[in-house]
């Protein structure tokens, strides 16, 4: 179960250039199950399943795997050969490499580079000089591929030290740390990097070309939601409430499970820019939201499947979060 919901600000950023060019926009929403009506709440968000399946179609559509932020069209089927060029590497540096020298071929508008300094490594975005200023999603949706794909390559999280973006602080800066598995994000940057241990440059790659057939299905939602062990605190306090959602798990409950201390567990995710309360919340939030587009359960039992002992405390919460009520957001399904 993908227990991921997606900002309706995100929908729009996907849909922005598509809807200047002769491409049926409700045909795109209608196929992804998302409604029309939804991209009309500022609080509104999609499932895992609808935002990815709309990013692929809206590609497809575009015939652009960039749709349309970069000063060049970026064909179908580019991710694929990239993918293809360093599943055989030995380590992640030796696929960063490949991947960096890949993507320079191209003159697309920005160029990615590897970059070592003692004993951190930088994936790196340089903009080419005589190109105009790239929309921030380019270089969030860059960032983004690179780092969740080396993560399957090597089948762990590679923990970021700190994200720099060459742009200013965007509307949904929050997102951010989610976003980046919880690092430290700045912005105004001259360059756009994600710097990390130079150890891991030295891991090996664990994936080959069967399992690459399988991920190449539905990568955009595999790098979305696939998460793996020891990321965090956030994440173990995340998968404890999850199973334990419909019953009365409290902090304490879960500090237990993890062998800490309350006090230290609070500590620990607010220096990850978080709290047992806004996981609990999230995790709420998504669990409805995936549940709502499996028409064969009612409203009580997503209430319930949702941590809610109540559906009208549930459609109160669900207002709160999304700005409609649960009966609206499926109608519109």
Known sequence: MYNISIPVESVHTVLKHARNRDIDIAALLRKNHISPLLLKEEKARVSAECFTGLQASTMLAMEDEMLGYLPRRQPVGTWKTLCQHTISCSTLGHALSRYCRFLGLFEWGLKPTLEISKDLASFRLVQWDDTEEIDPY?????????????????????????????????????????????????????????????????????????????????????????????????????????????????MDDVATILNTHPQTLRRRLAKEGTSYKEIKIHLRRDVALYYLGKHNLSIEDIAFRAGFSEASSFIRAFKGWTGTTPYSYRKGL
């Open 138 to 250: 380019a270089h969030e949706l860059l960032l983004t591929c690179m780092h969740r794909y080396t993560s399957w390559l090597i089948q762990e999280h590679i923990p970021l030290k700190n994200v720099s973006l060459a742009y200013p602080s965007p509307g949904h800066a929050q997102e951010y740390r989610p976003l980046f598995f919880n690092a430290p994000v700045t912005f105004n940057h001259p360059h756009t990097e994600l710097t990390f241990h130079i150890d891991f440059l030295a891991k090996p790659i664990l994936q080959n070309d069967t399992a690459l057939s399988r991920f190449l299905r539905h990568p955009l939602l595999i790098m979305l939601v696939k998460e793996y062990d020891k990321i965090g605190w956030t994440p173990r306090v995340r998968e404890i409430i999850r199973k334990n959602l419909t019953e009365a798990i409290e």
